[in-house]
């Protein structure tokens, strides 16, 4: 079991990294109506500090003794749905993905694919990714990593949707009320 679940954990990191090693210019389009390009350095600082910060500490703590299949099984397959589901979401924004925080000029509110679930899929897609390997890797330490990038997240995510509702008005107010923003539901809004 230990077998497959180093494959599919593979699989996971090649989904991850793959769209955006294709995706064209990794910084959007360079013309920018509205950014919070100080607000994105400090945040992204704390998220590459973290991941180094772990490399320091990794395999120091564990959750069992040796590592489980069952529980490496999971942990890969979880890492797995949020390769795929960061994948989705990126290749949906196409031209408009970037790392910065922003509205780009020709901006389009993008409400289909993953972005009809949760309004941030990149976001709970690599906290997903972030948890499951923690889970295969059977490292604690990467627990902290997630606990990090889901308070960046979070942060990213006030950031964006200011601007959001700034540029696109009504249409981001309805979009907002109709789709949660990072957490999908599980029963329909009665």
Known sequence: MIEVARFIWWMAAAALVVPFLLGGNPFGTG?????????????????????????????????????????????AMLAFTGALLVAWA????????????????????????????VRHPIYLGAIDFTLGSALFWNDMALVGVAAVLTVC??????????????????????????????????????
Do not use: C
């Not at 922003?102 to 972005?115: K, N, S």
């Not at 700034?166 to 990072?182: C, D, I, N, S």
């Open 153 to 190: 997240f979070a942060a990213q995510l006030r950031i964006e949707e200011r601007l959001f509702a700034a540029h696109f008005g009504e249409a981001w107010e309805e979009y907002r009320k109709a789709v949660p923003a990072l957490f999908p539901r599980i029963w329909p809004r009665g």
């Open 90 to 117: 990126r290749a949906s924004l196409g031209r408009l993905f970037s790392p910065q925080l922003g509205v780009q000029q020709d901006h389009e509110l993008i409400t289909t694919g993953p972005y009809g679930v």
């Open 31 to 75: 013309r920018w109506i509205t950014r919070a390009t100080t607000q994105r350095a400090l945040l992204g600082v704390a998220e590459v500090g973290s991941i180094v910060a772990w490399l320091f500490v990794r395999d120091r703590w564990r959750f069992l003794p040796e590592q489980e299949g069952g529980v490496a099984f999971a942990g």
